[in-house]
């Protein structure tokens, strides 16, 4: 099974989520980057994930918003949109959070879901994980599978190791 079909047949998308986000941002000239845990897999060995993070070049993320909120089901946070699909397990968090709005344009295409994508830089990425470990309102189980991305990055990658808060190392151990 290919890695598409296996995300397709794990997410139960049996409305071409992924495929219509993809198509909407290559119609509208959208500019993004793929962070979060997909991100990670970029890099390394993947895991299975539900998500899909977004980062949309800051000046286009309320355009954005609103193309969405005409083509799915969205759900309004603090620092984030969620948007989902009847019929599709896939989840897609669109980043409102303005530390993430470099990322667009340092990101460069790698495969992810057999799909040539923009995804954002390696220490980007590991930032982003930063970020999310470290912040206490996260659920906890979500937090510890932020530390597992961030072990993962840097058992790769170990020069990236010095950019991790000692804090964050020492629940590594």
Known sequence: MRAAEFYRAVTMDRTDLLERLLSLFEREGIRYCIIGGLAVNAYVEPVVTLDLDVAIAPEQVDRTIALLGEAFEIEHFPHS?????????????????????????????????????????????????????????????????????????????????????????????
Do not use: C, M
């Open 81 to 173: 949109v969620n948007l989902s699909a009847p019929g599709s397990s896939l989840r897609v968090q669109i980043q409102k959070d303005s530390r993430y709005s470099e990322f667009v344009q340092r990101a460069s295409l790698r495969t992810v879901l057999e799909h040539p994508l923009p995804v954002a830089a390696l220490p980007d990425v590991l930032q982003g994980k930063i970020w999310a470990a470290s912040d206490d309102q996260r659920r906890t189980s979500k937090r510890q599978k932020d530390l597992a991305d961030i072990a993962r990055l840097i058992e790769t990658y170990p020069e990236l190791r010095a950019r991790v808060p000692a804090s964050l190392l020492e629940k590594l151990l």
